[in-house]
DNA sequence: GACTGAACTATACC
DNA sequence: ACGGGTATAGTTCAGTC
């Protein structure tokens, strides 16, 4: 017997003489890399309908306790069986937990589970890992005391010991949290890597390098050109002996987390197909194994006992929307965590490659996995938070979607509340749910146009989740009839009914607010990045629930309760902007949780004290906070109505920071040359009122058009191309784009930004899509066109603002614009 | 062929 | 297919005269 202090990180499962075990990589605290493999039986569940005799439930125990699934290569049995009372969505049930040796085929037993008594069989749908941890609560990166066995070169297991890369291998008796080390950090050993090709598709061309990075380890390895000019740069022979050297350096390495950017979908299923073309295995795994993908919209690259992370994934679900970049391609993604990109590089042919270029591609090789290094290493606390906080792998943490995490939080929180899990919803009922229409949403105030002083902003905070909790809204309290003592909430064609009694949905958020407040707080007082990643992950849990239950693929949709969760939001703050304007505020713009008003001639005191009173006004735990006072803003008028339009406008706070939305210059798909000008309009307005300077930038620019000084760089218009080019029902001009770039064979996949211009040609072409070209090809910008459908539409309702009209800024002679 | 509203499309806000 | 609804706006498309 040996103990030892354990960290887990990589989790896996094998089959040994037909029965299931567990296989976990980690470290211990010495820094060795220990597996242990733990003995678990899986189960299922099936539910008795109400009222069943003990007698008939021990009967058809007996029964269960005889089924076999008889398979070619194996044998499932029932191993044994247990009655138990349990939850089940809310409601007590009697149920029979059925152990069986293989829950691969946990589907099939449950199949044979077909008595009239039972009116649900559950939870043979979890991943077998997922249900391990819930049972053995060995919680991913979090410190645990193991205690067991011993295996060296033993024959026990078909000697998975001697064929794993480790240094000591467990077989676990014991299972202990170590509550001594719960705040010890853990440093991984983090590798990053990259590869160059020829060719985009997968293993269509040869891989021409493969990048490593670590903690102060540099490696390119490449089969194509020696370099004396760095000494990073490894040369060898053939492409299978570069791939050997990749694995071998791998293996020496010996990290816990291998990083790639858009690894899942790339680097390594066409590192893969290369090993085959050369007839070598991939073998990565600690056990020699080739990297095994799972299915998805990206396949999912597992290696054993070494943690893949593709970071582009988790930065999709996680990070992007607090990203401002234009796209999630590691230099812009690089540029705004990091502050620092990827190297400049012309693409050729390798074979058409001078020496010199040669060189430049190693360094640009490089410094995608330096990238990807340092990434994974800033993002490190988040990932290990999420972790720890859903308790999934950061395998599945990393690739999981923001439903898919939601739903893996509830069901690692069941246990607290006895509760058996409901299961993942089929396919014909999928197409039901998503045929059902939309419900109402959110409130958002109209704005008046105008440049407003002196405003104040409140927010709920988390209003969605803290209205969940407050209402019990959810699916095990959701009610088919109105009952005494139920909530009765009014949608826009039918009531529904909720239950007062606490469900566990609403209850796990109110632990998430409370978690999310504690970490916020404790982060404000000792700024620290596991306080930040802490905060971050209850945050994004929060504000994720209330579309989870919304969502047509969750296992707890309520469409009832995301529609009454939007109702009543909306109730609260219509009926909190009614008592803000009964104190003779005005309030001029509100959007879903936020409202705005004039400060007036009260004191921020008195603002406060206001909101402190609005705030003992609310039900629950619903809370309004100050989100900021500004000393400007404005809000204009829509293109096409003489109205305010709503999600745009641009504000300036008392530190001078400025927050723009909606605007031109926050969108993407707007050119260069537009959204700085128009940023640069809002400024000059927001920073000290002065339309007549914003005028004199407006009348620079349109004489930079005119004379054609602008460079093509700003004029390039890019959008993102959504769906395959045939499936397009009107011809836009970044359509028209893509297929030109199609003509010439530059590579057009879905999501990618298509770059275009428009351009003056010859004879009347009254489409905007017969002037399109491509950024490098030869021609002019359409002069008229920038003016009348990029500039004009940008900044004609700011100036409207001040009763500056079209007329004023276009037609009139110049001179008569340096009156202004 | 010019005009007009609807449909399609992309993107943002919260 | 892999959170929800609300909103703006440009371009094309199809119908009218």
């Not at 008939?56 to 049995?77: A, D, M």
């Not at 007590?92 to 946990?106: G, M, Q, R």
């Not at 609005?614 to 204009?636: H, T």
């Amino acid at each position: 017997m040996m103990q030892i202090n354990f960290i887990p990180l990589d989790y896996g499962f094998f089959d040994w003489q037909g029965k299931n075990y567990i296989r976990i990589i980690g470290r211990d605290d010495k820094g060795k890399r220990v597996c242990i493999i733990d003995n678990f039986d899986p189960f299922l569940w099936a539910i008795f309908e109400k009222g069943v005799s003990d007698k008939k439930i021990k009967n058809i125990q007996k029964k269960i306790e005889k089924i076999e699934i008889k398979l070619p290569s194996r044998t499932t049995k029932v191993i044994k069986t247990e009655i138990y009372n349990k939850n089940f969505l809310g409601k007590s049930v009697k149920a029979i937990k059925i152990f069986i040796t293989n829950y691969k085929d946990a589907h099939s037993v449950a199949d044979k589970l077909g008595f009239k008594e039972i009116k649900a069989r559950r939870e043979y749908d979890l991943n077998i890992i997922t249900k391990y941890i819930t049972e053995k609560k060995l919680i991913p990166l979090s410190w645990h005391k193991i205690s067991g066995e011993i295996l060296n070169n033993s024959y026990e297991f078909g000697g998975i010991d001697s064929v794993l890369d480790i240094d000591l291998c467990i077989k676990v008796e014991k299972i202990e949290k170590n509550d001594d080390k719960k705040n010890e950090k853990f440093k991984p050993k983090i590798l990053a890597f990259d590869i160059e090709t020829d060719e985009l598709e997968l293993g269509r061309g040869e891989v021409l390098m493969i990048s490593l990075v670590s903690d102060n380890f540099k490696k390119v390895l490449t089969c194509k050109k020696h370099s004396k000019k760095f000494n990073y740069v490894e040369y060898f022979k053939t492409e299978a002996d570069m791939l050997e050297a990749f694995m071998k350096y791998v293996a020496k390495l010996s990290p816990d987390v291998l990083v790639g950017y858009f690894s899942d979908g790339f680097d390594v299923p066409y590192l893969k197909a290369r090993a085959e073309k050369n007839k070598i295995k991939l073998a990565l795994g600690l056990d020699k194994s080739q990297p095994s993908f799972f299915r998805g919209r990206i396949p999912k690259a597992k290696i054993t006992g070494i943690v893949h992370i593709d970071l582009f994934r988790f930065i999709e679900t996680v990070y992007s929307q607090y990203l401002q970049s234009e796209t999630l391609g590691l230099n812009d993604v690089a540029y705004e965590l990091l502050g620092e990109g990827k190297n400049k590089f012309e693409f050729k042919h390798s074979s058409k490659l001078k020496e010199h270029e040669w060189e430049a591609f190693f360094e640009y090789n490089l410094q995608d996995s330096v990238l990807a290094h340092k990434l994974a290493e800033k993002l490190w606390p988040d990932m290990v938070e999420f972790s720890r906080i859903i308790q999934e792998p950061l395998f599945e943490i990393t690739r999981s979607s923001m439903s898919q995490l939601v739903e893996y939080y509830i069901i690692h929180g069941l246990s607290k509340y006895n509760e058996i899990a409901e299961k993942r919803p089929l396919n014909d009922k999928i197409k039901n749910r998503r045929q059902m229409g939309k419900y109402s949403g959110a409130f958002v105030f109209q704005p008046k146009p105008g440049l407003y002083k002196d405003i104040v902003m409140f927010d709920f905070t988390s209003m969605y989740a803290s209205v969940i909790f407050t209402y019990n809204l959810s699916l095990s309290t959701f009610l088919e009839k109105k009952s005494s003592n139920a909530l009765t909430v009014n949608l826009d064609k039918e009531k529904v009914y909720f239950s007062k009694k606490q469900g566990f949905f609403p209850l796990m958020l109110y632990d998430i607010i409370e978690k999310r407040k504690k970490y916020k707080k404790e982060y404000k007082q000792n700024p620290n990045p596991i306080a930040k990643a802490r905060s971050n992950a209850y945050k994004l849990l929060a504000n994720a629930s209330y579309g989870y239950q919304g969502f047509f693929g969750a296992r707890y949709y309520c469409r009832e309760a995301a529609a009454s969760t939007a109702a009543l939001a909306k109730k609260n703050i219509l009926e909190t902007i009614d008592k803000v304007e009964k104190q003779k505020y005005k309030i001029i713009y509100s959007d879903t949780d936020s409202i705005a008003f004039l400060l007036g001639k009260r004191t921020k005191k008195q603002i406060l004290d206001f909101l402190k009173k609005l705030n003992s006004e609310l039900p629950g735990i619903m809370e309004l906070e100050l989100e900021d006072f500004y000393k400007r803003g404005l809000f204009v008028a829509k293109r096409t109505v003489k109205q305010g339009a709503k999600k745009k406008y641009a504000l300036i706070d008392e530190k001078g920071k400025l927050k723009i939305r909606g605007f031109e210059t926050v969108r993407r798909d707007w050119c260069k040359l537009v959204r700085n000008l128009q940023n640069n309009i809002l400024k000059r307005i927001l920073i000290d009122g002065d339309e007549k300077k914003a005028l004199q930038i407006l009348q620079k620019t349109i004489d930079d058009l005119k004379k054609r000084k602008i460079s093509r760089k700003e004029i390039i218009i890019k959008t993102q191309l959504k769906k395959p080019i045939s499936e397009y029902k009107s011809r836009t001009p970044h359509v028209i784009a893509a297929e030109k770039m199609k003509k010439r064979g530059t590579p057009v996949d879905v999501g990618m930004l298509i770059e275009y211009y428009i351009a003056e040609t010859q004879g009347a072409k009254k489409l905007v899509r017969e002037k399109v070209k491509l950024p490098d090809e030869k021609g002019q910008y359409n002069i008229n066109y920038y003016l009348e459908h990029q500039i004009l539409p940008a900044v004609e309702n700011i100036f409207e603002v001040f009763g500056i009209n079209k007329e004023d800024l276009f037609n009139k002679e110049q001179k008569k614009l340096h009156e202004f």
